[in-house]
């Protein structure tokens, strides 16, 4: 069974980097089949894709994102890390980390872990 747990710091202050790690269990993220994706969603709003990361490493994103953004991997530990700069009280969400098949459907999400950015 597929399992993906985010981990990060919580709390972060304005203008500041945040780094969001998702550990895979019961799937390898060199897997050929999946994307490795980053999804947010603000409080009172709807889910915001972020971006993605195929097997060979390769990210994608947003570009409401982009130019921010960086999405990495780690195939020895077996997990995956957003990194968003320059944070705003904006960013303020709770933050998923999910398996997509080849056609973009999400078929395992993380619990998800709550970010908020304030002084």
């Known amino acids: 069974q597929v399992q993906l747990r985010e981990s990060g710091p919580g709390l972060v202050k304005p203008s500041q980097p945040v780094s969001l790690t998702c550990s895979v269990s019961?799937?390898?993220?060199?897997?050929?089949?999946?994307?490795w994706s980053w999804i947010r969603q603000p409080p009172g709003k709807g889910l915001e894709w972020i971006g993605n990361?195929?097997?060979?490493?390769?990210?994608y994103y947003s570009l409401s994102f982009k130019s921010r953004t960086s999405i990495s991997s780690d195939a020895s530990k077996n997990h995956f890390t957003l990194q968003l700069n320059a944070v705003t009280p904006e960013d303020t969400a709770v933050y998923y980390c999910?398996?997509?098949?080849?056609?973009?459907?999400?078929?395992?999400w993380g619990q998800g872990t709550q970010v908020t950015v304030s002084s």
């Open positions: 990361l195929d097997y060979t490493g390769i990210s």
């Open positions: 019961g799937d390898s993220i060199t897997h050929d089949k999946y994307y």
């Open positions: 999910a398996r997509a098949g080849s056609l973009g459907e999400f078929d395992t």
